[in-house]
């Protein structure tokens, strides 16, 4: 089971999510450095280059701090490498399979990112309701705490999109137009995500966001899903995802046959103002 860009979710394929206590435990040896150094969240936000929001999810142990903020934390807290070292025994948050790990570090630290989908919308771009309507509509249902850990994570993700990150990464999704047209969740569902992502297209100046519409006579994506992430050092990584599992693609032929794919299907689907145009007419006629 996946949140539709690589966000997979624990399941019993994917294998069982780590525990999140040492998530926990850092966030509340950051606050009290933070507190130690008499800086509010705002004030050390500031001065570390990350988001308030960001500051707040990882004291509450609900995002995986990335190496460049430990290091930057250490520096500005004078943490005596205790921040350091306790991040080398951090384990990833409930929410996320065993085999996605290793693409989630990319993806955090990514300058780009580009998505191509043809299942569902993409889990940087679902509101909670839509994620949990897609936690429930695929075997084996999850109980109450694997629901609400699957959608914590794919949420908690979501800050990825923010304009304030230094630099804020390049987003390009491409969407099936069918993906929309199948109202997973009903009718209500359905308008939340539609407004939602009127709102992210056009908050984000850093988000572009196209539609491939239903009927396409020559399509480059017929393969399937794709991802690729450009770190910042410029090496690009590729990611491929089918049912309970996923593939880390490092090959550079491999990466640039997806290149390709992804341009192509760049300039089939409609431009971002015409799919932005469409979003909002499918959202006026529910």
Known sequence: MTDGTGGAVGSPGGGEPEVSDSLKTFGEVLKAFRKRARLTQEQFAEQIGYSVQTIAKIEQGR???????????????????????AARHLSRQPGLASWFRQWARFEAEA??????ECRLVPGLLQTEAYARAV?????????????????????????????SRKPPTAFSFIVEQAVLERHTGGEEV??????????VVERHWNVEFQLMPLRQAVHAGLDGPLRLAETADNHWYGYSEGQENGRLITDPKEISRLHQRCAKMRSQALTPEDSLG?????????
């Open 63 to 85: 995002r995986f701090p990335q190496p460049d903020f430990v290091e930057r934390a250490e520096e500005i807290l004078d943490a005596f490498g205790v921040l350091r070292g």
């Open 111 to 116: 300058v780009s990112l580009y998505t191509y």
């Open 135 to 163: 936690s429930f509509s695929v075997p084996p249902l999850p109980d109450e705490q694997e629901l609400n850990e699957r959608v914590t994570a794919r949420l908690a993700r979501q800050d990825l999109l923010a304009t």
């Open 190 to 199: 359905t308008r939340e995500l539609f407004d939602h992502l009127v709102e």
């Open 278 to 286: 469409l979003l909002k007419r499918m959202r006026g006629a529910l």
